[in-house]
């Protein structure tokens, strides 16, 4: 009993925890019966399936497959920057409007990759800003702010 | 230049020491910038079309432009939250359904109090609820249909969903006439309508805006409303009332503000809101959708909500339409 | 020769000057709206569907209709070049769309697409025209068994997609079902894996869905990689003509999607959704060698592309005969049809026949101007891919926040796509396919809803299912898909070893 396809392991893994969350979270949903369902019973069911599922994932994983997919550490920080970028990005947004906010989020994204040089960054992060800008104010006239101060 | 100088400080004092005086005559100058109006639904279907239209006659007799959002989801929670939480300054007004009545009884997690946080302003419409069956039913007269639920449970009817006033409506008839249907709710009325024109809904209970087309056409048979008063669009249709059922109730569009408005500002919105209601273009819409308008003032609106408000809460109660 | 005759009457209105200008700004501003990540076609007609209010009624439906067939077209190219799709149909597209844009055949890619969708709408739009009657017929028959039925031959279909491992393509058709729960149950309204927050009442937007699990992921694997995203040769004319071997193996796709297209389109809700991967599995069933799907096979996008259009022309048949919207792009039709005064449904073909006439005239208009409108353009969309990813990607990460932030204006969906974002990297690092995970997401809550309703009304006999012979024959062809896809991939495995 050894796991050799570590992907199919890992997926199988997260299944299991996907199923025992959805039935830990909807244990105070009532099942009622075949005819007159309650909102518990297709999401339990459906939840079953997933830990059933987990379990075949982690028996096929006992034999060799595709495995997993390696990044380094180009890709770890590729995703730090992006979810920093979003995260800074969903905050800015109603603090100082969406020209600042695509501005600092494409600023972060930039950071990611180490060929740009400053200047390249700040001109990109305004392009991106000005982007935005012309789509969704401009063109689309979206009523959002395109820049605010909250102080 | 001296003068000029003085002459500027002077005039700065001056105003400084005219901001509290202007903000207690803020309702005198009221409005003074545009007025929003938050709708909770997405762009098209009725309740938008009738908000659209009003922004015209209503941005006339306020002199200030109306600007409509759109602010849709959980049938209406978003967008009175929205309300619930702007300034209380007389520019942002919401539109609340039938549900905005039942919601403190349905939903335990409202995250605003429907009755401290909010303040009714004036009413819009209200729409007829209609009982229909398809053509091909056996059922003919509605008394057909009260013989046919004696059965608990055979009748199935189908909403637009669950707390919507076609939902009530059901549950104050099974309650007046000591019946047990089963109801079918369905992701919006368009599609309840659908599935009973094909025969595989036996009982619909949806706008006559909804089913109107059907039934003159033919595939649809009305068989009662439950409006107060005889629908315009089929004068010939009983109500419910009529029947001996007292069950009145429709789908409404009431405006609300943010509680602590000023009054003298809702009083104003509620006269500029009547007599744009009351304009051409709006009531030939709202004839041709079977809408009915009620020239409430500010106290009546507001009794009426707490009317229904109380009305909602004990129907709730008593036969337990509450999400587990 | 009434027909005929009506048609002709509608050409005339769609050709008034302003209906022809509208048509054509409609078409440009769709494509362009749509092309970019993060914004579908709903997003698009509803941005515009306020400003048309004062235009006439047939001349504000028709500026419409462009839209949304712009949009559509504008999403298949965002999936095409950029792996980035916006609707369950567009991720269909990227399948093999993309692959054959990293190959060097972009050019070919989009200018198949712009015929497939042409020739699906014509089919389409022939059918609205003929078959009416007959199609709001076949509707009917649908009650909630059949529409149980139908989507899990769906499911069965998704399930298809994709050529990686059975057993995890499974599990992320669980996993999509199971992340269509959150949300407020319709028959009860009780708040389901919420967890306590407002916003998840309404359930998880599938744009966010779709801009996380495809749009977040691709941007930052193409970022992995340092330097260009892709070399991309100079696109002429002549290397956007299809091979003979291409046009070939694109004929039959096209005509087969369109009727799998026109038939599905009519059934509320589903259908267009559907349309697409049911045409893609049929494809792929139906292929001397399957595996090249997924790799840049021309069937594998004209094929859905045609379907889609197809049923983006037949949705409106229920919602201009029946007053019945399919789609929540039909419900924006029909509400900007009722503010004109309109009331679609049994009677406007007589009462309105000038702009019903009108409105079927200018479908097709709309979609001969996307045809001659976007051939002279896919030389400057492919230039797009010109671009190195370090001046792409960042900007399109801005897009997605915003496009996703102006869907309802919530910080929240900015947050949920970045955790889809997440996901969608963990898949591929697992090498799971994100596709049927989408399809099932969406078909999931449909699901559960008509299961329900069929089991309400059969009063808790399961049997319905198979006593309707409608929804017996569906659930045959499910049984017969599942088998071939067991059979196959039990035969992959014989051979592998």
Known sequence: MQIKDSGSALAGAGMIAFGAVFLWAGRDLSMGSLQRMGPGYFPALVAGLSLLLGAVLLAVSLRPGEGVMRIGRRGAVVIGAVAAAILVFGHGIGLFGMVPSAFAATYLVTLSQPEAGRRQRLALSAVSAGVIWGIFLAALGLQAPAFAWPF | MAVTKRALIALALAAAAAVPAASAFAQEDWPSQPVKIIVPVAPGGTTDGIARLLQEPLSQRLGQPV????????AGVVATDAVAKAPADGYTFGIVFTSHAANPAMMPSLPYDTEKDLVPVAFMWRSVVSWSVPASSPIQTFDDLVAAAQEPGAVIYGTGGVGQASHFSAELFEQAAGVEMTHAPYRGAALATADAIAGQLPLLIVNTSTVGEHARAGTMRILATASPERSKMFPDVPTLTELGYPVSIGEFNVLVAPAGTDPAILQKFNAAVREAMASDKVMDQLNARDLVTQDYDLEEVQQFIAEETERMGKL???????PQ | MDLLHNFYSGIGIAFQPLNLFVCVAGVFFGTLIGALPGIGAIAAVSMLLPSTFYLEPVTALVMLAGVYYGAEYGGSIASILLNIPGTTSSAVVCLDGNPMARQGRAGVALLITAVASYTGGTIGIVLLMAGSPLLVALAQSFGPAEYFSFMLLGL?????????????????????????????????????????????YDGINVIVVAMGLFGITEVIFGMMAPGR??????????????????????????????????????????????????????????????????KGAVEGIAGPESSN??????????????????????????????????????????????????????????NAVLLVLNIPLIGIWVQMLRLPSLYLYPTVISLICMGVYSINFAVADILLVLLFGLLGCALRLLKCEPAPLLIAFVLGPMMEENFRRAMLMSRGDVATFVERPLSLAILAVTVAIAGGMLLVSLRRRRAAQ
Not at chain 2, 316 to 322: G, L, M, P
Not at chain 3, 168 to 195: E, Q, S, W, Y
Not at chain 3, 328 to 357: K, S, Y
Request: charged share 15%.
């Open chain 2, 67 to 74: 600007v409509i959002e759109n602010k849709p989801g959980s």
């Open chain 3, 309 to 366: 259009n197809a049923a983006a022309q037949t949705a409106f048949i229920p919602t201009l005969t029946l007053g019945i919207p399919g789609t929540a792009t039909m419900a924006l039709m029909l509400g900007a049809m009722m503010i004109h005064g309109i009331q679609p449904g049994p009677a406007m073909m007589t009462q309105h026949a000038d702009i019903f006439w009108g409105l079927i005239a200018s479908f097709w208009i709309g």
């Open chain 2, 316 to 322: 709730v109660e008593d036969n337990d339409i509450r």
């Open chain 3, 156 to 200: 069965a279909a998704a399930g298809m997609m994709g050529s990686g491992s059975p057993a995890k393509g499974l599990a992320m058709i669980v996993l999509g079902l199971l992340l269509g729960c959150i949300g407020a149950d319709v028959n009860t309204a009780a708040p389901r894996f919420t967890f306590g927050l407002t916003h998840l």
């Open chain 3, 229 to 294: 995203s892709t070399e991309v040769p100079r696109v002429s004319l002549r290397s956007m003509v299809p091979t003979p071997e291409d046009r070939r193996r694109a004929v039959m796709p096209i005509l087969r999607g369109s009727t799998i297209g026109s038939i599905l389109g009519v059934l509320p809700g589903a259908g267009a959704t559907l349309s697409t991967f049911m045409s893609y599995s049929l494809e792929k069933s139906l292929a001397r060698d399957p595996s090249r799907f997924g």
